[in-house]
Nanobody, 122 residues
Framework: QVPLVESGGGLVQAGGSLRLSCAASGRTFSSYAMGWFRQAPGKEREFVAAISWNGGTTYYADFVKGRFTISRDNAKNTVYLQMNSLKSEDTAVYYC???????????????WGQGTQVTVSS
């Protein structure tokens, strides 16, 4: 059983929206912070957003503030990333990750999904 499975990626025009989902299994989902990261071709993986175990704390990279929203549904063991006003530079593989604290550092997340491709056409 794969612990984290992302879905919802695809091709969208600039200015459009997508909602990514990440379904978790294997550990008590509500005990962990969740994060979204992305990696574009030729670039390092970068932090996008994170949310605390109960959703009470969220943290965003500056470049997505006001455009992306992270949320979670602990009853469904799922974390979401609503992405609005997408830009071509948002094109990347998006990964969800699970960790013990809300952080922008990938080193603090110990379980990772396999990623979902988001492509924004200009």
């Amino acid at each position: 059983q794969v612990p984290l499975v992302e879905s919802g990626g695809g091709l969208v025009q600039a200015g459009g929206s997508l909602r990514l989902s990440c379904a978790a299994s294997g550990r008590t989902f509500s005990s962990y912070a969740m994060g979204w990261f992305r990696q574009a071709p030729g670039k390092e993986r970068e932090f996008v957003a994170a949310i605390s175990w109960n959703g009470g704390t969220t943290y965003y990279a500056d470049f997505v503030k006001g455009r992306f929203t992270i949320s979670r549904d602990n009853a469904k063991n799922t974390v979401y990333l609503q992405m609005n006003s997408l830009k071509s530079e948002d094109t990347a593989v998006y990964y969800c990750a699970q960790g013990t604290v809300v952080s922008g550092s990938p080193r603090l997340y110990d379980v990772w999904g396999q990623g979902t491709q988001v492509t924004v056409s200009s």
